[in-house]
């Protein structure tokens, strides 16, 4: 017999999680759609050197590999890898499809990534991403349209209290660069100061240390990052980094757009959100930008990331284009939507509106005619119906349905067929009625409209 | 640079692709859900175990196995696999989820599958499956209303010449046994016979004897499994198989149940589609009844097949649970009917229903706000709206949205600016209109609503 269990640190979805999560995709898709964005999908399977030497040394270690096949399969070696992000594989797509590709290609991805992490609570080996990003502009429109759009999706699903963190690398460059850490560790610095959070400063200090960064150049470094708390305006803190920047023209150029993002966003719904933070690090190495984090108040972590990566691509083309984007972390939005009681009726469902119960071994025929003109309805709108899969007691049958949460049982037995009639019993009202066969799909119907909004998405 | 290509026998699926995918797997999803199934969603990444042993040697072959992480990573052992069909992470769910599910447990699932297959045309090595099935009964009410369902999602997808063969495993089983190929080839025969079509008559009979099945009994076999031919009324077919069955109780048996399925499917939408045909064998191991295969006469294979497995959940629980399913096969239905034209114009939509273009880089802000009002629209209808990214000639800014096939621009420069207008050109008939700011959406909206049907999905 063979052990019955998901992989480690993998989950099954059962109908009740499915509806929830096709909720949430479903606004975030309709809210991407109206901002003029794209689906796009790409394979799980990426050749293993697509993905390796893109996410920084810790990235490469969570990478899953897959075993090559046939005659080769006895090396051991491995030539292909699950996705680890959605962003890669874009920038892939991009170098890939070129000429098929508008100028500007604005595209959302739902799909799942894999990675190798520990499970943990909240931390699965197998989790959602969505991510929508604007591949072709330089321009600043770009961060606000994408600000916009994730914070009309946070705003639909009902988060009220988010707040957007905005740093730019150019910034954090200039910053570190006049610190004195040497330009070959700022990758490094980044990597560590982006746990300030989890292991606090004197954590960070250590990292770095450890790292090579000189004492010296690490005590500026972290005063910056540790002085602007989340009560400082903006206005402050950009006076701060002009002073932090001087004379760093790159870093003059990035404290620029951030002023500008802060602009633009006030005409979208990111309007009074956004803060420039001047301790917002991101881990990933990729960015070259603008870097962008959504949090509330309540939770560690952060409900979406994003920046700006204006090389990845290049990587793959050899040819620079610029692109931006944010991710939702869906996991995370899930559990808070859950842990806050943020669903609505509609993301939750009975399997059928109505269960067909078989009579007896003589009705079955007749059953399953009854549930084909139910779902066939009235007036264009048809039923999502069930029928009990055999002859069986009465009782246990409605049990059943009860205990599946159907709002109706339709039963046809001997006097209802000769009379032409279905006995139609309303489950939550505990009444029956005897409706005319042709008849009966309206009569439900027109129950739920009485009952709007209770059971049927 | 890396390489720029999807890893081999692997797609991306750019935004037309999915919105043709999201067409099909959309109506797929909504017939089910009027049959009562639920969704279901599993990880991709199973233990290598729970796959192993369940496809037969040839599924064996094909798994795409996952190295060990960690320490472990050296050994180059797999102890993960990629999801190989939807059935067996069912009957593992069925078993690990035993008690949250109900006695009957209806599901859908439509998601991707791996198979370290040799790429060709039409074969690749990540596909979608689409199954349904019903755990929990062994009436035959299952297969009619499986049978319906499957039919009824062909008919809306515009499919109007299939037929559904289908066959039984104790029937064939007790044509084996009476033809005289020992019990312990019945596997092997049925993976041989399943080939007829590919390799004929003669391919089978030496692939037989390769495997060890007496030519004395494989001729026999071979005869009932070519006479059959598809112009065979199932009422012939049945009493010739009457006579192939007789005096084998469990043959019997499958018979009678292959009849039952015939009177039922007549209150289905599969009546008149269904035909006993004795030469559908099903290559797969694991079913233990009837099975079944939908094909169309001018396309090789088919486009949907299942059967029944009463055994395989009782591989992972110990304990039998009956269980029956059919899975659509989405690529090969996509092919089709983008070779016959089938797709409707909903399937295909253009990226927005309006671009707004970037007069001048003093209207950036305003070309947002203006976006953001076209977003929410008139009377409870939004619009899809993208705005240009940058400050462009308007000239090179038209041509990409007619490129792009936007149904409309909306511009707002500096004279509308001060008349609190919009300029609204319509790009299929060429005008342009001078609207009300607060009206531009409306007026849009009621621009589609005159070609209702062209553009707006």
Redesign the interface.
């Known amino acids: 017999?063979?052990?019955?269990?998901?992989?480690r640190g993998?989950?099954?979805?059962?109908?009740a999680?499915?509806?929830r999560?096709?909720y949430v995709i479903g606004v975030i898709a309709d809210v991407y759609?109206?901002?003029?964005?794209?689906?796009?999908?790409?394979?799980?399977?990426?050749?293993l050197?697509?993905l390796l030497?893109k996410y920084g040394e810790e990235g490469n270690q969570l990478i899953?590999?897959?075993?090559k096949?046939?005659d080769q399969?006895s090396?051991?070696?491995?030539d292909?890898a699950?996705r680890y992000d959605l962003t890669v594989p874009l920038a892939?797509?991009v170098?890939?499809?070129r000429r098929?590709?508008?100028?500007?290609f604005?595209?959302y991805q739902v799909q799942?990534v894999?990675r190798?992490d520990r499970p943990a609570r909240g931390r699965f080996?197998?989790f959602y991403q969505c991510d929508v990003d604007?591949v072709?502009?330089?321009?600043m429109?770009?961060e606000?349209?994408l600000l916009?759009a994730a914070s009309e999706v946070l705003v639909r699903l009902g988060f009220a209290d988010f707040t957007i963190r905005l740093n730019h690398r150019q910034v954090l460059g200039a910053a570190l660069a006049t610190s004195g850490v040497p330009e070959a560790l700022h990758g490094t610095t980044l990597v560590a100061l982006d746990k300030l959070d989890k292991i606090g400063r004197d954590g960070v200090a250590r990292e770095l240390r450890s790292r090579g960064v000189p004492d010296k150049a690490a005590e500026p470094v972290l005063d910056l990052f540790t002085a602007a708390g989340p009560d400082m305006v903006s206005g402050d803190v950009v006076a701060r980094l002009r002073g932090a920047v001087a004379g760093h023209q790159a870093g003059a150029q990035g404290l620029a757009e951030l002023e500008e993002i802060l602009?633009?966003v006030?005409?979208?719904?990111a309007a009074g959100r956004v803060r420039i933070d001047p301790s917002l690090a991101r881990g990933l190495s990729y960015y070259t930008g603008s870097i962008m984090e959504v949090v509330v108040s309540d939770l560690a972590g952060s409900l979406a990331g994003g920046g700006r990566y204006d090389g990845l691509i290049g990587?793959?083309?050899?040819e620079e284009v610029p692109a931006c984007g944010i991710s939702l972390g869906l996991e995370r939005i899930l559990v808070v939507m859950g842990e806050r009681g943020m669903f609505p009726p509609e993301a939750a469902r009975p399997?059928?509106d109505v269960?067909v119960a078989?009579f007896d071994a003589a009705g079955?025929?007749?059953?399953?005619?009854l549930?084909?003109t139910l779902?066939r309805g009235a007036g264009g709108a048809?039923?999502?119906?069930?029928?009990?899969?055999?002859p069986d007691k009465i009782g246990k049958q409605f049990k059943?349905a009860a205990?599946?949460g159907m709002p109706f049982v339709a039963l046809s037995g001997e006097a209802e067929r000769a009379a032409g009639t279905v006995a139609v019993k309303d489950m939550t009202a505990g009444t029956q009625d005897a409706v005319a066969r042709d008849k009966a799909a309206a009569f439900i119907l027109a129950k739920f409209g009485e009952k709007l909004g209770t059971s049927r998405g």
Chains 1, 2 share one sequence.
């Open positions: 017999m063979s052990k019955a269990q998901a992989a993998m989950r099954d979805f059962l109908p999680d499915v509806r999560r096709q759609e109206r901002y003029g964005f794209e689906p796009l999908e790409t394979p799980a399977v990426e050749n050197e697509t030497g899953f590999k897959i075993l096949r046939g399969a090396s051991g070696e491995a292909l699950l892939r797509v170098a890939e499809h098929q590709l508008p100028r500007f604005k595209r799942p894999w190798a080996r197998e604007a072709g502009s330089r321009a429109t770009v606000a349209e916009g602009a633009l006030g005409s979208t719904p990587m793959f083309l050899g399997p059928a269960m078989i079955v025929t007749d059953a399953l005619a549930a084909a779902r048809g039923l999502r119906v069930d029928v009990y899969p055999e059943h205990s599946r």
